[in-house]
T-cell receptor
Framework: GQQLNQSPQSMFIQEGEDVSMNCTSS?????WLWYKQDPGEGPVLLIA?????ELTSNGRLTAQFGITRKDSFLNISASIPSDVGIYFC???????????FGAGTTVTVRA | GAGVSQSPSNKVTEKGKDVELRCDPI?????LYWYRQRLGQGLEFLIYFQGNSAPDKSGLPSDRFSAERTGESVSTLTIQRTQQEDSAVYLC??????????????FGNGTRLTVT
């Protein structure tokens, strides 16, 4: 698959803080997805983006599909302890089935 | 069940042995995927099944890896003559269709394989 660079690799945040992570690709995608993985479980879809420039929210989560189609970011507002986990970005082309995944951002929340 | 089911959840095997991992997709999902997740890394595509089409095996790392799917139901991933570098979590996922059409992947909880 395509190379995705996800940053930061890890972060410690204070409960109540906002956090941002991003993902860049070496080539364009038509779909960007953000997943969260809790320990011992499979990734769960958080937000799906299908149009360049699209800004989508899911509760305290907001994600954007970059206008260059080579990047995306995810924001978490007012973090809480259950936000702990690994967040993955993923991208693909329309009607494709192979997702390319970033290496993940590990989020740890300090109470 | 409502989700993707994988078994076993954990498997410890000796180097050189064969292992078989099982996946039950969500009923009605025509697409089934296997991914590998090494410690601290992202997900690595292995193989994809879609309906009656020939599977895309392009992600299988060697000929020791193979997978089968019976119709649109259960799939098994087989690793022959396991090596220590095969140690990873093997994740299965299913979806109604391709990713760009609003058919997200639903993942199982994975099988953690440890080769000693």
């Amino acid at each position: 698959g395509q190379q995705l660079n996800q940053s930061p690799q890890s972060m410690f945040i204070q409960e109540g803080e906002d956090v941002s992570m991003n993902c860049t690709s070496s080539s364009i995608f038509n779909t960007w997805l953000w997943y969260k993985q809790d320990p011992g479980e499979g990734p769960v879809l958080l937000i799906a983006l299908y149009k360049a420039g699209e800004l989508t929210s899911n509760g305290r989560l907001t994600a954007q599909f970059g206008i260059t189609r080579k990047d995306s970011f995810l924001n978490i507002s007012a973090s809480i302890p259950s936000d702990v986990g690994i967040y993955f970005c993923a991208g693909c082309y329309t009607n494709d089935y192979k997702l390319s995944f970033g290496a993940g951002t590990t989020v740890t929340v300090r109470a | 069940g409502a989700g993707v089911s994988q078994s076993p959840s954990n498997k410890v095997t000796e180097k050189g042995k064969d292992v078989e991992l099982r996946c039950d997709p969500i009923s009605g999902h025509t697409a089934l995927y296997w991914y590998r997740q090494r410690l601290g890394q992202g997900l690595e595509f292995l193989i994809y099944f879609q309906g009656n089409s020939a599977p895309d095996k392009s992600g299988l790392p060697s000929d020791r890896f193979s997978a089968e799917r019976t119709g649109e139901s259960v799939s098994t991933l087989t690793i022959q003559r396991t090596q220590q570098e095969d140690s990873a979590v093997y994740l299965c996922a299913s979806s109604l269709g391709p990713q760009g059409t609003g058919s997200p992947l639903h993942f199982g909880n994975g099988t953690r394989l440890t080769v000693t």
